[in-house]
């Protein structure tokens, strides 16, 4: 059985509209970079909340290692699921540094194997130097590094990333897109990364998933 | 299948959060669908003695007073909202935020002060005989009529229509305004073709504030022995003891509340209310020179001085003159009744509000977006109908827990609900939920989403995620809720004369009780704390705008 097993999972916002996520069914294996493109209003983030556990799926099933994380008579909760996300603008917690922020997913950690995990993450994504710095004192690509090492700290078994790159230049762009393709591979890290910049997703993703803008009438098509 | 759907979601949204919510919005409403079921009651004989002879006094008192008042606001409001935004003058910057000072004073300590300040032995006839030997016909300065009331209210209740649309007007009016003028249009004609219909909405929304703190005022009507609904609901009570019948008028005068909202909202279907860009940019006025200058200048001056300095200043002069004679030893005991009441009842209150706004956000529903709104609803409902609402059902739960008091040695059939403080709280929260959560609903609309998120995928529970990312968030939130809803109930009357324990009095009541017995000097003091504590609100609200200026 596939790592990841979404299963004919359809999603409305409210119950008289139309859906925006309609039958998909989908399956990945361990260690798979997913790169999920498709048009404004395709579902792409949606996808992501989904299998995250911030939205609720009309119908359908999504399973994470062979474990039910939703179907029509179970919900798990998003903190049960061991799924961590970077989002759009990095949701990093402005009243923490970027420390604590990083610390934050490592409760279940005794206090010396939090501060070897923390240490580990700073150093994944090269930010020892800024440890005591709050969110606003750093920049885009700082921030976005921060967020990865919140995200990846606990471990999680599956990495899902709401257009990590979007508020970034385009030079920083590129550096960092080289970086998470490292930081990923070095991780051996299951992740779905959703962007509309077809470069994003080609430098770092193994697999590509094309989400049609109008779900009933097209067919999404996957590329390798 | 869809059963075990619904079950999923069910199971899924029903929790701590939700379950406080309901319960928040029952305890709201409870009183109020309470008090309109006594309609479908048959009256008792009492009901018709005042329906015949007085319902019509009181209904037209409360009418001439809402028209007359909301009018002379509306006008003093907009005119003087559109002299400080549309012209430069001496002083204007001053006046742009001194001229809401009038809400720190409560309209029933205005109206005392007034009275005495305009009596025969007033300052105003005094000084008028002593220095200049002129004596004032009988009546003509002095304000214990109708027309006195609707002066008072007037002067102390324009700033609601003059702050909100100063703010209207500041921000959404400069290219409409801008283009008139370059069209060729004068002063007046922009004012009344361009700035009225614009400013409609509004000087809507501020004059529906001074239609329900007319309604709700019985400090200002009773003081000026104007019937309105509002003393007439006193009068039965507690005059008559006929409690059927303070319920029947208080659900009428409900009634009128409820017709009002749908007025409102029928006459604001189907128009824009906001820019039809969103590149708005601020007014810039027109300096007005010379003797137009000075002419703006001197009448912000007197509104200033007749709508807060004047009976300001003569509080702090009895004050001053009386303040050794006045000192009570019952003075600290009345502070700490004040401080405790408004303290408890604003921490319930802001308990509620944060697990409720918590609840509307966690689930963003029509059905939870009306719960917020219901739980908001107590603020627009006048204090002595929410009085007589929480008065019914604490008595009715007395009935129902009367074997219990038995059981417990109280005996059977004793009031313990209805002569504790916990009716008198209950009436506070009830009143002034909307105070709280209107803060908390801001403070959660300025946290986005995406941090509670992030920490639940970061295996946070919901509960931690409260205490560890939106607590902490909030903490300026909760501050200005705690300060605005604790003041307000510091001033709060109608509500505490009614359902206070026996021998239970507040800074409000013996201020109201003094000048009542007329002993208005012994009344200064306390009032003149009152208004110290008023300005605090009123300073609190204004302060990002006094940065900005």
């Not at chain 1, 996808?47 to 099933?61: F, K």
């Not at chain 1, 990923?184 to 770092?204: P, R, W």
Request: aromatic letters at 10%.
């Amino acid at each position: 059985m596939s790592y990841i097993n979404i299963d004919h999972v359809t999603f409305r916002f409210a119950p008289k509209e139309p859906a925006v996520i309609d039958e998909l069914s989908l399956q990945m294996e361990q260690g798979d970079i997913m790169g999920i493109l498709g048009a404004s209003g395709s579902g792409k983030s949606t996808l992501l909340r989904l299998i995250a556990g911030l939205e609720m799926p009309e119908s359908g099933s999504i399973s994470i290692d062979e474990c039910l994380m939703v179907d029509e008579r179970v919900f798990m909760e998003p903190e049960r699921r061991g799924v961590g996300m970077v989002f759009q603008d990095y949701a990093l917690f402005p009243n923490m540094t970027v420390a604590a922020n990083i610390a934050f997913g490592l409760h279940k950690l005794k206090k010396h194997l939090r501060l070897e995990r923390l240490e580990q993450m700073l150093e994944l994504v090269q930010m020892e130097a800024y440890e005591r710095r709050y969110p606003h004192e750093l920049s885009g690509g700082q921030q976005q590094r921060v967020a990865l090492a919140r995200a990846l700290a606990p471990q999680p078994s599956v990495l899902l990333m709401d257009e990590p790159f979007s508020n970034l230049d385009a030079d920083l762009k590129a550096d960092i897109r080289t970086d998470l393709k490292q930081i990923l591979a070095k991780a051996g890290m299951t992740c779905l990364l959703v962007s509309h910049d077809e470069a994003d997703i080609d430098t770092v993703c193994s697999r590509i998933l094309r989400l049609p803008k109008d779900s009933r009438k097209e067919v999404l098509t996957e590329d390798t | 299948m869809r059963i075990a759907l619904l079950l999923r979601n069910l199971k899924r949204h029903v929790n701590g959060w939700t379950v406080t919510s309901m319960t928040g919005a029952a305890v709201i409403l409870l009183p109020i669908l309470y008090l309109l079921l006594s309609l479908f009651l048959p009256p008792n004989d009492n009901w018709s003695t005042v329906k015949q002879f007085l319902l019509t006094d009181y209904v037209l008192g409360s009418a001439r007073l809402v028209v007359m008042t909301t009018f002379f606001a509306v006008c003093i409001g907009v005119a003087f909202a559109w002299l400080v935004v549309g012209y430069t003058f001496p002083l204007r910057n001053v006046f742009k935020w001194a001229l809401a000072l009038p809400l720190a004073m409560p309209p029933y300590i205005a109206a005392y002060t007034y009275s005495m300040m305009t009596g025969y032995t007033g300052i105003i006839q005094a000084t008028l005989r002593n220095r200049f030997g002129i004596v004032l016909p009988p009546g003509i300065i002095e304000v214990m009529s109708e027309r006195g009331a609707v002066f008072v209210l007037t002067l102390f209740l324009f700033p609601y229509v003059f702050m909100i649309t100063r703010a209207f007007l500041e921000r959404q009016s400069a290219s409409y305004i801008e283009n008139a003028r370059l069209l060729g249009h004068r002063p007046l004609s922009v004012f009344i073709r361009v700035v009225l219909p614009l400013a409609r909405p509004a000087i809507m929304a501020g004059g529906m504030l001074v239609v329900f703190e007319v309604l709700s005022d019985y400090g200002v009507a009773n003081y000026f022995g104007v019937q309105t609904i509002s003393t007439a609901i006193f009068q039965t009570w507690f005059g008559m003891y006929d409690m059927a019948s303070a319920m029947r008028l208080a659900a009428w005068l409900m009634i009128g509340v409820i017709s009002l909202f749908i007025l409102e909202h029928w006459l604001r279907r189907n128009r824009r209310y906001s820019d039809t860009t969103s590149q708005t940019h601020p007014l810039k006025p027109k300096a007005l020179k010379g003797a137009a200058a000075w002419v703006a200048c001197m009448s912000c001056g007197l509104l200033l001085l007749l709508a807060f300095l004047a009976p300001f200043i003569q509080l702090i002069a009895w004050s001053v003159q009386y303040g050794a004679k006045i000192w009570r030893s019952d003075f600290a005991e009345l502070a700490l009744n004040t401080l405790q009441g408004a303290g408890i009842a604003t921490a319930l209150i802001l308990l509620v509000a944060l697990l409720s706004s918590r609840a509307v956000r966690m689930i963003d529903s029509p059905f939870m977006q009306a719960l917020a709104r219901l739980i908001s609803a107590g603020y627009s409902v006048p204090g002595a109908i929410i009085a007589i609402g929480v008065l019914a059902v604490f008595t009715v739960l007395d009935g129902w827990l009367s074997p219990l008091y038995g059981s417990l040695g109280l005996g059977e059939g004793s009031l313990v609900l209805s002569l504790s403080l916990a009716m008198l709280l209950t009436g506070y929260v009830i009143r002034y939920m909307a105070t709280g959560y209107s803060a908390l609903e801001s403070g959660y609309e300025k946290i986005p989403r995406a941090y509670s998120e992030a920490s639940r995928t970061l295996g946070r529970s919901s509960l931690v995620t409260f205490i560890r990312v939106e607590l902490p968030l909030l903490k300026g939130s909760l501050l200005s809720g705690f300060v605005l809803t604790f003041v307000e109930i510091i001033k709060e009357l109608p509500l505490t004369l009614l359902l206070r324990p026996f021998n239970y009095d507040t800074l409000s009541t013996r201020a109201y009780q003094y000048a009542t017995d007329e002993r208005v000097f012994e009344a200064a003091l306390p009032s003149l704390l009152l208004v110290l504590i008023g300005l605090v609100t009123v300073l609190f609200i204004l302060n990002p705008e006094r940065r900005s200026i």
